[in-house]
RNA sequence: GCGGGUGUAGCUCAGUUGGUUAGAGCGCCAGUUUGUGGUACUGGAUGUCGUCGGUUCGAUUCCGAUCACUCGCCCCA
């Protein structure tokens, strides 16, 4: 082990783990521009303000794991530790709110300083949807039935399931807030350590408690449901109704809360059992204050945000890599060499992925060509630079023939589509 | 931030009841095969035994600290 170590939290990405998170992250574009989502990007860092002041006072992201710096000039600074903020705040920097409404996709790091987990990095990666602008609940059923269809994309082995909830709107929440911090005083006794602190800061998430002892107080709480108002019942109704029009299969789960403040209405997570502690996949709701908070227009939201990393992890198989041709000249002659160099430049002009070893005998080099799984060889040695031709080998079936050089694409195209007749006549 | 576990080759791990040359499998390199790969056989290279310090004649082994990873909590994607 070496002692040049990464920073805490951090890791490199090498080529297998890169290619399973960039099948995630090209899964989740092309998935959503199939339902109108542009994808778009924010800077990773941006003045602190802007998350400090819409998750939350109270949030742990704010009051601990923020990677905040001042500048040289002396700024505040913060690495972005999620991705809403900076696309709210770019909807109303670039006064996007005429053009309602709003659909983007983005993808990219975001930082947090927390301790290291599987599954929990300090530098990670997120893809993410928002939608902006409507505030009827037929958008957080379109956000929903998007992440389903990128996660069934992804063919995730192990379940991932959806659960839902509401939060109600603020009057309601307020409401119910009241009452559940009413009843939790009563018995103040028998609470954690953690959630007698969270009954000032953010009592909702003592719903969410892993402690027996709060468990076992929370089974009798009122629930939130009981003081939803009708508009907010009528939301969740409605909420409910477009997933199962849909057949988008849920659970609802009284207890799910979100960690930041300026979720309303929707809360919504996919997950698995399949990551441990960290079995959150994809979790959003909708934001109808966030954009007022900001100082933009009282415009309505909804989005989520999914661990890149951890549905890397999930990936049933790992994408396959592309299977090149290899080039494999044979023989000491100088000009075998440098011709074998251009002609592997005409195939890479002409579409195809070839790896050229830049040594070795011919049986290294077929070596090579194995372990790169490459599907064709294209040999080129003293006999096929006098003839002018290549012998082309299907390195799957063993066969091999030799076509004049002027018929190498072609004859390498319909190999690897399987059409080829290999047997093709001689030079 | 709190509590537990782990750290030996590129990878997965064994081992040293404190003693001089630290092992296996896989992978890698070479050869059997100077124009033909995958299989097989033969040979080879690679370790500050995570780091720093302490105890000791002697530490990879014991102790302490530290760093990293890992499991749970907190929180969250």
Redesign the pocket.
């Known amino acids: ?3 040049l ?1 990464p ?5 490199d990405l090498l080529p297998d783990e890169m290619r399973a998170f960039r099948h995630v992250v090209e899964t989740g574009r092309t998935t959503a521009s199939r339902y109108g989502f542009d994808e778009m990007a924010t800077p990773i860092f941006e003045f602190s303000g802007v998350f400090a002041r819409t998750l939350g006072d109270t ?3 704010v009051t ?2 923020m990677y905040t710096f001042a500048d040289r000039k002396g700024e505040s600074i913060t690495l972005r530790p ?1 991705g809403t903020a900076g696309v709210a705040r770019a909807f109303i920097s670039n006064g996007l709110g005429n053009d309602l409404p709003f659909k983007v996709f983005y993808s990219g790091p ?1 930082f ?1 300083y ?8 300090r530098q ?1 990666h ?1 893809i993410g949807v928002e939608l902006i602008g409507v505030p009827d609940p037929q958008a957080d059923v379109e956000v929903i039935a998007l992440g389903r269809h990128i996660l069934d994309s992804l063919g995730l082995k192990g379940n991932v399931t959806l659960e839902i909830n509401t939060l109600g709107d603020t009057e309601s929440r307020e409401a119910y807030r009241g009452a559940l911090v009413n009843y939790l005083s009563g018995h103040i006794g028998l609470l954690s350590a ?1 959630s007698r602190d ?1 009954l000032e800061r ?1 009592p909702l ?1 003592i719903l ?4 027996e002892g709060d468990r076992a107080v929370i089974a009798n709480a009122p629930l939130l449901g009981e003081y939803l108002n009708p508009a907010s019942r009528t939301f969740y109704d409605d909420l409910k109704n477009g997933l199962m029009d849909l057949g988008l299969d849920f659970v609802e789960n009284p207890r799910l809360v ?3 403040d300026y979720y309303g209405h929707t809360a919504f ?1 996919f997950t698995t059992d399949a990551l ?9 709701g909708r934001y109808d204050g966030l954009i007022k908070t900001m100082g933009g227009g009282a415009t309505p939201g909804v989005g989520w ?3 890149v ?2 549905l890397s992890m999930l990936l049933a198989e790992p994408p396959a890599t592309t299977r090149p041709v290899a080039m494999i000249p ?3 002659d100088p000009m075998i060499k440098r011709e074998a160099m251009i002609l592997t430049e005409r195939l890479r002009r002409a579409g195809f992925a070839v790896d050229l070893g830049f040594s ?5 080099r ?2 090579r ?3 790169v799984s ?1 599907r064709v ?1 294209v ?1 080129f ?5 006098l003839a002018r031709a290549v ?1 082309l ?6 066969e ?1 023939a030799t076509v004049a050089l002027d018929r190498m694409e072609d004859t390498v195209r319909a190999m690897l589509a399987g059409t080829a007749e290999v047997a093709i006549g001689g030079i």
């Open positions: 082990m070496s002692t170590q920073v805490r939290g951090t890791h949030s742990d992201i601990k794991e999620e975001m947090r927390e301790r290291p987990q599987k599954g929990r990095q990670f997120q953690d969270r953010n998430r969410d408690s892993k402690d979100r960690g930041l997570e441990g502690a960290q079995g959150t996949v994809m979790a959003g945000a999914a661990g990393e951890r044979a023989g000491a070795g005998n011919m049986g290294k077929m070596k060509a194995n372990k490459a060889a040999i040695g003293e006999d096929e630079r012998t080998r299907d390195l799957d079936s063993g091999q």
